[in-house]
């Protein structure tokens, strides 16, 4: 099932130029990337089953060790329980291991996508569940920072989800789910280093994998 980013080709009419450039000059600001080797590589799901329950209490974070550091995302909590339950699950089960962030878009909107292990952006898992925590249709609706699912239209989230490194505008589809409080700077330069063969939307010039999540009460 391909999750996909369906807002894509209409983001530049609503930015304009000066947004874009404000956005552009956002990433260019970064760190520089120190990112190990990895042997991580598209490759079929694990098969982890849906929680069947929310439990009694949410997951507060989530860790993503990459080869290029970890990223912290600090979850809305409330806000989007059965989201947080179901990718916390995935978490656990090792869905995430060794998996590439296989996306990157630098123009009109501003996200590093990741969650499929077979890296081709139409993998997931085999259950999909609703949407949570619809932000309101504004400008610069997915600030820096937001981490959204990513989806196929109404109800499809599955494990992907796309990291927003500068202020997006996009339609109000996309369950948000956490902010990242550390780690930023890596996505940030992950966007700096540009998408493979050139254009602004492709597989990240510079790989980045999710080595394992790990999350936290």
Known sequence: MKRTLIAILAIN???????????????????????APTKATGHSPKDVAPAQKLPKKLVRTFTFETNCGNIVVTTVGAKAPITITQLATLA???YFNNSLC????????????CGDPTATGG??????YGDENLPV????????GTVAMANS??????SQFFLVFADTTLGANYTIWGTITQG?????????????GGGADGTPNQTI??????VSN
């Open 102 to 113: 296989h996306r990157l878009t630098t123009q009109g909107l501003y996200v590093l996508q």
């Open 153 to 158: 239209g109404p109800g499809t989230n599955g």
């Open 92 to 94: 656990k089960g090792g």
């Open 209 to 214: 994998a999710i080595t394992r999540v790990t």
């Open 13 to 35: 009419v609503v930015l304009g130029p000066t947004a874009f450039a404000e956005a552009k000059g956002k990433a260019q600001n970064v760190i520089a990337l120190k990112c």
């Open 137 to 144: 249709a504004t400008i610069n609706n997915y600030p820096a």
């Open 123 to 128: 993998g997931g898992p085999r259950f999909t």
């Open 184 to 196: 930023l700077d890596i996505v940030k330069a992950i966007a700096s280093a540009g998408v493979k």
